[in-house]
T-cell receptor, first 113, second 112 residues
Framework: KAGVTQTPRYLIKTRGQQVTLSCSPI?????VSWYQQTPGQGLQFLFE???????NKGNFPGRFSGRQFSNSRSEMNVSTLELGDSALYLC????????????FGQGTRLTVV | ELKVEQNPLFLSMQEGKNYTIYCNYS?????LYWYRQDPGKSLESLFV?????AVKQEGRLMASLDTKARLSTLHITAAVHDLSATYFC????????????FGKGTKLTVNP
């Protein structure tokens, strides 16, 4: 079966711009979570959505937001981009909100210049 | 706040040797995961450990969980070059504020 699909794979944006990243979970998975990976901070949890509702949110500024659609696809948006937002953004899907094994997509590499 | 510590962070070993990566976590947890990441790639799920004393093996890798000690180990047997990657442990806590809390990863290099 198809895995987690993230688009686009690579993005270059300018400071101050905004960006939207997309994630299609594994068919049947209703939980989608997002992580930011940087060399300095490692893997950090951004937020999790289940049944179109944000269930958990990590310690990130309000510039980071997301949503989930009725088909479980999710988008995350970063507004007013800063250089420090350059990172690999990973999306993971799981069958349920707690205790479900998380399967990760290939990630979106965002570079802010 | 749940914290996860891995050690070592860097590991260089020769092919054929054995070694263990350690993962300590700060509070009781429900599940522990091990992931592998190759450079520029995503995270590949290796093991899911659900209960105290759980042991899982796949090829040259074996993972175990001791919930009383809040410790998981990833043991590498007779390492081969293909095992070179970064290995992460992650903890999932029921009712926690984060989906998964990751360790900083162990970058493993296996030299011929």
């Amino acid at each position: 079966k198809a895995g987690v699909t993230q688009t686009p794979r690579y993005l270059i944006k300018t400071r101050g711009q905004q960006v939207t990243l997309s994630c299609s979970p594994i068919s049947g998975h209703r939980s989608v979570s997002w992580y930011q990976q940087t060399p300095g901070q490692g893997l950090q949890f951004l937020f999790e959505y289940f049944s179109e509702t944000q269930r958990n949110k990590g310690n990130f500024p309000g510039r980071f937001s997301g949503r989930q659609f009725s088909n479980s696809r999710s988008e995350m948006n970063v507004s007013t981009l800063e250089l420090g937002d350059s990172a690999l953004y990973l999306c993971a899907s799981s069958l349920r909100i707690q205790g479900g094994e998380a399967f990760f997509g290939q990630g979106t590499r965002l570079t802010v210049v | 706040e749940l914290k996860v510590e891995q050690n070592p962070l860097f590991l260089s070993m020769q092919e054929g040797k054995n070694y263990t990566i350690y993962c300590n976590y700060s509070t009781t947890s429900d599940r522990l995961y091990w992931y592998r990441q190759d450079p520029g790639k995503s995270l590949e799920s290796l093991f899911v450990l659900l209960s105290n004393g759980a042991v899982k093996q796949e090829g040259r890798l074996m993972a175990s969980l001791d919930t009383k000690a809040r410790l998981s180990t990833l043991h590498i047997t007779a390492a081969v070059h293909d095992l070179s990657a970064t290995y992460f442990c992650a903890v999932d806590k029921e009712g926690g504020s984060e989906k998964l809390v990751f360790g900083k990863g162990t970058k493993l290099t296996v030299n011929p």
